[in-house]
């Protein structure tokens, strides 16, 4: 059974910097695809960026240049360095996975969720 827990949420001024971990169990496959989301309240869940097991990688514009995501399968760990945060950053974050190669930021790309981490950034 393939369950996804994600860690490292917090609050951080405007400007700060958190990484967040997504541990990953259960995952019996050789190749994935995995991504982060996060959602407002109110708002559509939004993808940030995605990786694959071939190393490509893809991010949504409003991240790009801060955020980056990386796997450390080994460890069995995605993670999702976020720097100059700002107000608009503060959501629910969310690690996804999916049995395929893919570097779609869309919600039905991916079967496997978390449960989400907090991230609150004040001004």
């Known amino acids: 059974q393939v369950q996804l827990v994600e860690s490292g949420g917090d609050f951080v001024q405007t400007g700060g910097s958190l990484r967040l971990s997504c541990v990953v169990s259960g995952w019996t496959y050789s190749y994935y695809s995995m991504a982060w989301f996060r959602q407002a309240p109110g708002k559509e869940r939004e993808g940030l960026a995605a990786?694959?097991?071939?190393?490509?990688?893809n991010y949504a514009y409003s991240v790009t240049g801060r955020f980056t995501i990386s796997a450390d399968m080994a460890a069995n760990t995605l993670y999702l360095q976020m720097n100059a945060l700002k107000p608009e950053d503060t959501a629910m974050y969310y690690c996804a996975a999916e049995v395929d190669k893919t570097t779609l930021l869309t919600t039905k790309a991916y079967t496997y969720w978390g449960q989400g981490t907090q991230v609150i950034v004040s001004s």
């Open positions: 990786i694959d097991s071939d190393g490509s990688i």
